[in-house]
C-alpha cells in the first residue's frame, strides 16, 4: 500500500489559494473556487449520509453542467469511484455500465427518463437516486444543500492503486469494459498534461469545453483545476460553432480539447474568421486519426497553436504528443509529417510482433506501452487484463511503426487490416490519400471478401457540401499516391458515415451496411 494524494485536493488546494477567482462558466453563471468546492463538499457529505461509501461507484448519466463538474469530486472526496457515461448512449447501453460497475447511486440528467428507468430495472446495487433538475424527488441541488451543515472538507485518504474513475471504453468490437483509472495514476496524468500538452498553463488560462466532460475533455479539465484555469462549457450539448467562436473571443480562451470530426467543424465553418482567437496558445486534439489535409486547413486558420497525443482511455491518452514546433504547414522531409508524435514523458512505447517481441525502427506491429498512466486494469475481467497485458505490456490494438527519431506512426487497427493478394493494406493509409481529392469529405476503407485476392478494398465516400464524386476520377487520383495493390476495388458514394455514440465511425457497421445495399441489388 502505498499512500498518495486525493484527487479531490486539487479543488480543494486551489480554492485556498484562489477562493474569489472564477473556476467555471455555464450559460450566464459563473462559480468561483470556493463556490465549487463548497458544493463538491456538500454533496460529499450527502452521499456519505446516503449510504455511499469508500469504493463504492456512482454513475452519472448527464449533459455537460456544473453538475456534472461537480459530481467527480464529490465522489473523490469520500473515495467513491466516479462512473461517468456518455450521454448520447442508448438506454440499454447505459443500463449495463450501471449493473457491470454495480453502482450503489445513479445520478441522471432529467432529460433521460428511459435511460434512468432502464438502469434502475437492470442494476440491483443501487439503492440512490438523484436527478439533475428539478423534478420533485432527491436532486443534485438538494443533496449539495442537504450536506452544507456538514460539508466533507477533508479528501479520503486513499493509496496509489485505490479507484478513482471507472472509464468505459466504446465498446465497438464487443461490450465495453471498464478501465480502472486510479488516484495515483491520474495524479500522474494531472502532471503529464500540464507538461506535455500545456506547459505554462496558470490560473491566466481559459479552457472551452467542447467535448462531454465524461471522457477525454474531463481529464483535460483536471489539469485546469490544478492550475486554477476557468473551464466555459458550451451552453448546449450540441457544437454550435459561432457560439464556439465567441466564447474563445469573449474569455480570451488560451485553450481547448478536441477530437478531429470537432476541430474541422471549428476550422471549416466561416465563423472562425470573424473573430479574433489569437488568445489560442494549446488546442489540443486526439481521439480519432487527424488527416493530413484537414491538418494544414487547421495550421492555416489557427496558426502554430496545434498539439496531438495519441491515448486511449485505460491509458488515459498518455502515449504520444506532438507540440506545436512539431506541426508544420509545409511538406517539409525534416519534419514528423503524419507522425501523431513522440512517447509521452515517462512512458514507453514499444512496438511488438505476435510473440511480444520488440521492433526495429520502421518495422509495423502492434503499438504497446508501459508507464505510471496505464490503468490498473479491467474492473471484473481478469480475461481482458490476460490479453491487454500480455508480455508485461499494455496492448494498444493499434498497429503502427517506429522511426529512428522515436516518432509514432498509426497505420491502423489490427481488425481494420486486411489482406489483399497476399499484401497487407491498411485502410488509414488508403483514406489519407482519398482524402486528398478536392470532392470527398470523409472516407472510410474496408476490407471484404473478394474471390480473386482473397480480400478487396471498399471505399465508401462521403462529398464535400456542394461537390459530387466521380468515382473514375477518385481512382484516377490515386495513381502516383498509392501502390496499386492498395487501391480500392470500388468506390461507393454515401451522404453520411454511421457513427457510435462516441463519434467514432464503427467499421463493422460499415461492412453491415454496404452488405446489406449490396444484398438489395441482387
Given at each position: 500500500m502505498i499512500p498518495t494524494s486525493n484527487l479531490a485536493n486539487l479543488l480543494l488546494q486551489t480554492a485556498r489559494r484562489l477562493p474569489d477567482a472564477p473556476g467555471l462558466v455555464w450559460r450566464d453563471r459563473i462559480w468561483n473556487w470556493a463556490e465549487l468546492a463548497a458544493r463538491a463538499s456538500a454533496a460529499a457529505s450527502a452521499l456519505r449520509a446516503q449510504g455511499v461509501r469508500r469504493g463504492d461507484r456512482v454513475l452519472v448519466h448527464a449533459r455537460n453542467s456544473n453538475a456534472l463538474f461537480e459530481s467527480c469530486w464529490a465522489c473523490w472526496l469520500i473515495g467513491a469511484v466516479w462512473v461517468p457515461t456518455n450521454f448520447r448512449l442508448s438506454p440499454p447501453?447505459?443500463?449495463?455500465?450501471?449493473?457491470?460497475?454495480?453502482?450503489?447511486?445513479?445520478?441522471?440528467?432529467?432529460?433521460?427518463?428511459?435511460?434512468?428507468?432502464?438502469?434502475?430495472?437492470?442494476?440491483?446495487?443501487?439503492?440512490?437516486?438523484?436527478?439533475?433538475?428539478?423534478?420533485?424527488?432527491?436532486?443534485?441541488?438538494?443533496?449539495?444543500?442537504?450536506?452544507?451543515?456538514?460539508?466533507?472538507?477533508e479528501a479520503e485518504a486513499v493509496d496509489r492503486d485505490h479507484p478513482a474513475w471507472l472509464f468505459y471504453t466504446s465498446g465497438t468490437t464487443g461490450r465495453?469494459?471498464?478501465?480502472?483509472?486510479?488516484?495515483?495514476?491520474?495524479?500522474?496524468?494531472?502532471?503529464?498534461?500540464?507538461?506535455?500538452?500545456?506547459?505554462?498553463?496558470?490560473?491566466?488560462?481559459?479552457?472551452?469545453?467542447?467535448?462531454?466532460?465524461?471522457?477525454?475533455?474531463?481529464?483535460?479539465?483536471?489539469?485546469?483545476?490544478?492550475?486554477?484555469?476557468?473551464?466555459?462549457?458550451?451552453?448546449?450539448?450540441?457544437?454550435?460553432?459561432?457560439?464556439?467562436?465567441?466564447?474563445?473571443?469573449?474569455?480570451r480562451v488560451t485553450n481547448m480539447f478536441?477530437?478531429?470530426?470537432?476541430?474541422?467543424?471549428?476550422?471549416?465553418?466561416?465563423?472562425?474568421?470573424?473573430?479574433?482567437?489569437?488568445?489560442?496558445?494549446?488546442?489540443?486534439?486526439?481521439?480519432?486519426?487527424?488527416?493530413?489535409?484537414?491538418?494544414?486547413?487547421?495550421?492555416?486558420?489557427?496558426?502554430?497553436c496545434l498539439v496531438q497525443y495519441f491515448g486511449l482511455g485505460e491509458v488515459t491518452g498518455n502515449i504520444t504528443v506532438l507540440p506545436p514546433e512539431w506541426h508544420s504547414l509545409a511538406d517539409d522531409p525534416a519534419m514528423p509529417i503524419g507522425s501523431c508524435g513522440y512517447p509521452r514523458t515517462g512512458m514507453d512505447v514499444g512496438i511488438l510482433d505476435a510473440d511480444h517481441r520488440r521492433l526495429g525502427a520502421g518495422e509495423t506491429g502492434e503499438i504497446c506501452v508501459r508507464g505510471?498512466?496505464?490503468?490498473?486494469?479491467?474492473?471484473?475481467?481478469?480475461?481482458?487484463?490476460?490479453?491487454?497485458?500480455?508480455?508485461?505490456?499494455?496492448?494498444?490494438?493499434?498497429?503502427?511503426?517506429?522511426?529512428?527519431?522515436?516518432?509514432?506512426?498509426?497505420?491502423?487497427?489490427?481488425?481494420?487490416?486486411?489482406?489483399?493478394?497476399?499484401s497487407n493494406v491498411y485502410p488509414r493509409e488508403v483514406e489519407e490519400a482519398l482524402l486528398t481529392h478536392p470532392a470527398v469529405a470523409e472516407a472510410c476503407v474496408v476490407g471484404?471478401?473478394?474471390?480473386?485476392?482473397?480480400?478487396?478494398?471498399?471505399?465508401?465516400?462521403?462529398?464535400?457540401?456542394?461537390?459530387?464524386?466521380d468515382a473514375d476520377a477518385v481512382?484516377?487520383?490515386?495513381?502516383?499516391?498509392?501502390?496499386?495493390?492498395?487501391?480500392?476495388?470500388?468506390?461507393?458514394?454515401?451522404?453520411?458515415?454511421?457513427?457510435?455514440?462516441?463519434?467514432?465511425?464503427?467499421?463493422?457497421?460499415?461492412?453491415?451496411?454496404?452488405?446489406?445495399?449490396?444484398a438489395g441489388r441482387q
Open positions: 447501453e447505459v443500463a449495463f455500465l450501471a449493473a457491470n460497475a454495480e453502482c450503489r447511486a445513479h445520478v441522471f440528467d432529467l432529460a433521460f427518463p428511459e435511460h434512468r428507468a432502464a438502469a434502475a430495472a437492470e442494476n440491483a446495487a443501487c439503492v440512490l437516486e438523484v436527478a439533475i433538475g428539478d423534478h420533485g424527488g432527491l436532486s443534485w441541488d438538494g443533496l449539495v444543500e442537504a450536506g452544507r451543515g456538514a460539508p466533507a472538507t465495453p469494459k471498464g478501465g480502472t483509472l486510479t488516484h495515483g495514476q491520474m495524479v500522474f496524468v494531472v502532471v503529464n498534461h500540464i507538461a506535455d500538452l500545456m506547459p505554462g498553463l496558470s490560473a491566466k488560462d481559459a479552457s472551452l469545453v467542447v467535448a462531454p466532460l465524461s471522457h477525454g475533455a474531463g481529464i483535460h479539465a483536471l489539469a485546469q483545476v490544478a492550475r486554477g484555469a476557468v473551464s466555459v462549457l458550451m451552453p448546449g450539448e450540441r457544437l454550435d460553432v459561432a457560439e464556439a467562436w465567441r466564447l474563445v473571443a469573449h474569455h478536441t477530437v478531429p470530426t470537432i476541430l474541422n467543424a471549428l476550422c471549416n465553418d466561416a465563423s472562425v474568421d470573424a473573430v479574433d482567437h489569437a488568445s489560442l496558445r494549446h488546442v489540443i486534439y486526439a481521439g480519432a486519426p487527424m488527416y493530413r489535409e484537414d491538418q494544414k486547413n487547421a495550421l492555416r486558420k489557427l496558426g502554430p505510471p498512466a496505464v490503468m490498473a486494469g479491467y474492473f471484473g475481467n481478469a480475461a481482458a487484463d490476460e490479453k491487454a497485458f500480455a508480455g508485461g505490456w499494455f496492448h494498444t490494438g493499434d498497429l503502427g511503426y517506429l522511426d529512428a527519431r522515436g516518432f509514432l506512426y498509426i497505420t491502423g487497427r489490427q481488425s481494420d487490416m486486411y489482406i489483399s493478394g497476399g471484404v471478401p473478394h474471390e480473386k485476392w482473397g480480400e478487396a478494398g471498399v471505399a465508401v465516400l462521403v462529398p464535400r457540401d456542394g461537390a459530387a464524386i481512382m484516377a487520383h490515386l495513381d502516383g499516391r498509392l501502390g496499386r495493390y492498395k487501391w480500392p476495388s470500388r468506390i461507393v458514394v454515401w451522404d453520411a458515415l454511421p457513427r457510435s455514440g462516441y463519434g467514432k465511425v464503427p467499421k463493422n457497421e460499415v461492412k453491415r451496411l454496404l452488405a446489406g445495399r449490396d
